[in-house]
């Protein structure tokens, strides 16, 4: 369904209460999910000491909607929880721009999470190993038979596989049993880890060998999605430029690091808007981009002719069934806005706006440079820090943003200079 552009067109410059109105319409939320959203409705006590121990209070981080996102055809509200600035504005003039002249293609590759079984140390790898590979049926069912909910949903244990892995620094070996498990609609750590468990007294009672530790794996090379971007028409030392920017990041791990921080900002806002675990996803992209031994960019780009072509394949478990994503009332409401049905969908949209946020932070830095963008939207910080009173705001980061783009630069002294500036003009004001 498309979005209407009269609703979305200028969102950024309405009040916090017409873009909940806005998202209403757009999104058929209920005047109980903007409460939520407001924070009128806050978390209440009894879930936060469900969730962690010794709790003390709230974090809030603002919430806020990429717009004019586009992809596979469909047009989306990505909502973003996130503190840095220029995320949610680079993110919509991307995707505007790639709207406009381009296309968001995305697909999945595969759907299976991994847990992991050790043996650390074993009397007789050989034999072990034979006997896990003769027993992979039995195995697979006493599996299935300790999470009946999720196979009765479809999902479930569907493999197993041995890896023989040398001992670091010592002779001899280890053997690790992974279980490959379709988790349906959820993220599936404590169901995976749970068969971990389960398997363990089987895989001693077999082997005869002492089991070590049972957990799953956060590199999720079974369950990858990709996606790409094509944006047709590009001015030719602007595409170059990005060419340039991922050969860089190729050749340097240094800058490869900060090529992949631009991808997960746009990664682990969504994820931490709907209750899912970030720093599980964060572990996996890491280590999936070190697969081959040196650490690469998981986002690569380049010109094709006059179209610039741009990709990103990462793996991703993440859910929209169970745990925090259904406790959490806000991310229940960010799941509204997104109408997402199916983790996989989750996981498609997280892959394309990492592209996207990278693109965006790529055309940045070949173009007018990052610091211009992220210090034009950083001067309401500034003045908020220099202590502007609410209807102050907007002045001093006027004047910041003229001061900007005569000395390139602003900090927190100049907003402290120009709050007592106007103050005293309207100290002043009132004498007379």
Same mark, same amino acid.
């Given at each position: 369904?498309?979005?209407?552009?009269?609703?979305?067109?200028?969102? #950024?410059? +309405?009040?916090?209460?017409?873009?909940?109105?806005?998202?209403?319409?757009?999104?058929?939320?209920?005047?109980?999910?903007?409460?939520?959203?407001?924070?009128?409705?806050?978390?209440?006590?009894? *879930?936060?000491?469900?969730?962690?121990? %010794?709790?003390?209070?709230?974090?809030?981080? $603002?919430?806020?909607?990429?717009?004019?996102?586009?992809?596979?055809?469909?047009?989306?509200?990505?909502?973003?929880?996130?503190?840095?600035?220029?995320?949610?504005?680079?993110?919509?003039?991307?995707?505007? &721009?790639?709207?406009?002249?381009?296309?968001?293609?995305?697909?999945?590759?595969? %759907?299976?999470?991994?847990?992991?079984?050790?043996?650390?140390?074993?009397?007789?790898?050989?034999?072990?190993?034979?006997?896990?590979?003769?027993?992979?049926?039995?195995?697979?069912?006493?599996?299935?038979?300790?999470? $009946?909910?999720? @196979?009765?949903?479809?999902?479930?244990?569907?493999? +197993?596989?041995?890896?023989?892995?040398?001992?670091?620094?010592?002779?001899?070996?280890?053997?690790?049993?992974?279980?490959?498990?379709?988790?349906?609609?959820?993220?599936?750590?404590?169901?995976? %880890?749970? *068969?971990?468990?389960?398997?363990?007294?089987?895989?001693?009672?077999?082997?005869?060998?002492?089991?070590?530790?049972?957990?799953?794996?956060?590199? *999720?090379?079974?369950?990858?999605?990709?996606?790409?971007?094509?944006?047709?028409? @590009?001015?030719?030392? +602007?595409?170059?430029?990005?060419?340039?920017?991922?050969?860089?990041?190729?050749?340097?791990?240094?800058?490869?690091?900060?090529?992949?921080?631009?991808?997960?900002?746009?990664?682990?806002?969504?994820?931490?808007?709907?209750?899912?675990? &970030?720093?599980?996803?964060?572990?996996?992209?890491?280590?999936?981009?070190?697969?081959?031994?040196?650490?690469?960019?998981?986002?690569? &780009?380049?010109?094709?002719?006059?179209?610039?072509?741009?990709?990103?394949?990462?793996?991703?478990?993440?859910?929209?069934?169970?745990?925090?994503?259904?406790? #959490? $009332?806000?991310?229940?409401?960010?799941?509204?806005?997104?109408?997402?049905?199916?983790?996989?969908?989750?996981?498609?949209?997280?892959?394309?706006?990492?592209?996207?946020?990278?693109?965006?932070?790529?055309?940045?830095?070949?173009? *007018?440079?990052?610091?211009?963008?992220?210090?034009?939207? #950083?001067?309401? %910080?500034?003045?908020?820090?220099?202590?502007?009173?609410?209807?102050?705001?907007?002045?001093?980061?006027?004047?910041?943003?003229?001061? +900007?783009?005569?000395?390139?630069?602003?900090?927190?002294?100049?907003?402290?200079?120009?709050?007592?500036?106007?103050?005293?003009?309207?100290?002043?004001?009132?004498?007379?």
């Amino acid at each position: 369904m498309a979005i209407e552009p009269n609703l979305v067109e200028g969102f #950024h410059r +309405l009040s916090q209460k017409e873009r909940l109105q806005r998202l209403k319409q757009l999104c058929d939320l209920s005047n109980e999910d903007l409460q939520v959203l407001s924070g009128e409705t806050q978390l209440p006590p009894e *879930v936060t000491d469900h969730l962690i121990e %010794n709790t003390i209070g709230y974090f809030p981080i $603002p919430m806020g909607v990429i717009t004019h996102f586009s992809m596979d055809g469909k047009e989306i509200l990505i909502p973003m929880a996130v503190e840095e600035t220029s995320i949610i504005a680079a993110a919509s003039a991307t995707a505007k &721009w790639i709207k406009r002249d381009g296309t968001i293609r995305t697909y999945s590759k595969g %759907n299976l999470i991994i847990g992991q079984v050790q043996i650390p140390h074993l009397k007789d790898v050989v034999r072990s190993r034979q006997i896990l590979q003769a027993n992979q049926d039995l195995l697979i069912g006493l599996a299935n038979a300790c999470i $009946p909910g999720l @196979v009765n949903r479809g999902g479930g244990v569907r493999d +197993l596989v041995v890896r023989e892995i040398a001992r670091p620094g010592e002779d001899g070996a280890m053997l690790v049993l992974h279980i490959l498990c379709d988790p349906c609609d959820a993220m599936g750590a404590n169901l995976i %880890n749970q *068969v971990c468990e389960a398997l363990k007294p089987r895989v001693e009672e077999l082997t005869g060998e002492r089991v070590g530790l049972c957990i799953l794996s956060n590199l *999720v090379d079974t369950k990858l999605v990709a996606a790409e971007v094509v944006i047709r028409g @590009v001015e030719k030392n +602007l595409g170059l430029g990005i060419e340039e920017a991922t050969l860089f990041a190729q050749a340097d791990v240094y800058r490869a690091a900060t090529h992949n921080k631009g991808v997960l900002n746009g990664i682990d806002p969504i994820l931490i808007a709907t209750g899912n675990d &970030w720093r599980a996803v964060e572990a996996g992209i890491h280590a999936y981009a070190a697969r081959s031994g040196k650490y690469q960019p998981v986002t690569h &780009w380049r010109m094709e002719g006059s179209d610039l072509v741009g990709k990103i394949e990462v793996p991703l478990a993440v859910g929209i069934a169970g745990g925090v994503t259904r406790i #959490h $009332p806000t991310a229940r409401v960010a799941l509204k806005i997104l109408k997402v049905s199916r983790a996989e969908d989750l996981a498609r949209i997280c892959a394309a706006v990492g592209l996207v946020q990278n693109l965006g932070a790529l055309k940045a830095l070949t173009t *007018v440079g990052i610091v211009k963008g992220h210090m034009q939207l #950083h001067a309401a %910080n500034l003045a908020i820090a220099a202590g502007a009173a609410v209807h102050e705001i907007a002045a001093v980061r006027d004047r910041l943003a003229q001061i +900007l783009l005569v000395e390139k630069s602003i900090n927190l002294s100049r907003a402290r200079e120009i709050l007592d500036s106007i103050r005293e003009l309207d100290q002043t004001v009132k004498i007379h």
